[in-house]
C-alpha cells in the first residue's frame, strides 16, 4: 500500500511540474490554436489550414478550448487527466492477469520516466491515444456479455485510431486477440464489423469536409507509404515533415 502511494506521488508531482512548467513546443501551440479558431468559427480543417490529426482528437480539442480557450494550459490539464486514466487502466488489467506487484511495476515502468510523462501531459493527444488503446485492452477482461465486450474494445480502438492515425496497425492485432481470447469467429468477424463501422461513423465529419484533402493527410501520416496512394497534394518533402 505504501509503495502505491509513494508512487502515485511521485507520478502526480512529476506531472504538474511538466504541466505549469514545461516549455511549450510547436505541435502543442499548433494544435491548441487550430482548435480554438475553429471553436470560435474563425477557420474551417482543410479549407484554410491542414490538420494532421484525427477528428477524435482534433474536436476534443476545439471543444476544450470553446470552453476555456485560448487556453495552452488546459489542453495539458485535459493530457494529464487522460494519463491518469491510462495509468489506473494499466493497473488493473496487469493486476487481473498477474498480481498487484507486477501491476504496480508495470506503472512504474511507464510513469517514472521523465521524457514519457513530459510527452504524456503536454498539449498533444499521446496520452489520449494511451488512454483509448489501454481502454480498448481492459474492455477485453470485464466480465459482462462477450458480444458486449467486444463491441466495446473494438469502438475503444476507434477511438485511439482516430486520435493518431498512425496507431492503425494495431486494429489488426486487436481482431487476432480477441480471437484467440475467446475463440469463437462470430466474435472476431463483430470485431472487425464494429471497428470498421466506428472508424467510417467518427470519421465522416472530416469527410464531409473535403473527403479527398482528409485522406490526404490521413495518409500522410504513414509517411512514405502515402506515395503508394494516387493522393497528388504532397510531394516526398512534405511527406517526411508532416508525418512526425
Known amino acids: 500500500r505504501m509503495a502505491a502511494v509513494g508512487l502515485a506521488a511521485l507520478v502526480l508531482i512529476a506531472s504538474f511540474y511538466y504541466v505549469f512548467f514545461a516549455d511549450s513546443w510547436f505541435d502543442e501551440t499548433e494544435f491548441a490554436y487550430k482548435g480554438w479558431l475553429t471553436s470560435e468559427g474563425r477557420a474551417t480543417p482543410f479549407l484554410d489550414f491542414g490538420l494532421k490529426h484525427p477528428p477524435v482528437s482534433f474536436y476534443g480539442q476545439v471543444f476544450l478550448q470553446g470552453l476555456f480557450g485560448p487556453s495552452l494550459l488546459a489542453a495539458r490539464f485535459l493530457s494529464l487527466f487522460f494519463f491518469l486514466g491510462l495509468l489506473l487502466l494499466l493497473f488493473d488489467v496487469v493486476r487481473r492477469n498477474a498480481g498487484r506487484s507486477l501491476a504496480l511495476f508495470a506503472v512504474a515502468l511507464l510513469a517514472l520516466h521523465p521524457f514519457i510523462i513530459g510527452k504524456m501531459v503536454s498539449a498533444v493527444p499521446y496520452s489520449m491515444v494511451g488512454f483509448f488503446g489501454m481502454l480498448s485492452v481492459w474492455f477485453l477482461f470485464v466480465r459482462v456479455r462477450p458480444a458486449w465486450v467486444v463491441v ?48 467510417g461513423v467518427m470519421w465522416a465529419p472530416f469527410a464531409l469536409l473535403d473527403f479527398e484533402y482528409a485522406l490526404s493527410y490521413a495518409a500522410i501520416m504513414f509517411g512514405p507509404f502515402a506515395k503508394l496512394l494516387p493522393l497528388e497534394f504532397f510531394d516526398a518533402g512534405e511527406v517526411s515533415s508532416v508525418s512526425g
Do not use: C, D, E, H
Request: cysteine-free.
Open 152 to 199: 466495446f474494445s473494438s469502438v475503444a480502438m476507434a477511438a485511439a485510431i482516430l486520435s493518431r492515425y498512425n496507431i492503425l496497425p494495431l486494429l489488426p492485432l486487436l481482431w487476432l486477440l480477441v480471437f484467440f481470447r475467446f475463440k469463437r469467429w462470430n466474435l472476431f468477424f463483430l470485431s472487425i464489423a464494429a471497428s470498421v463501422g466506428a472508424l
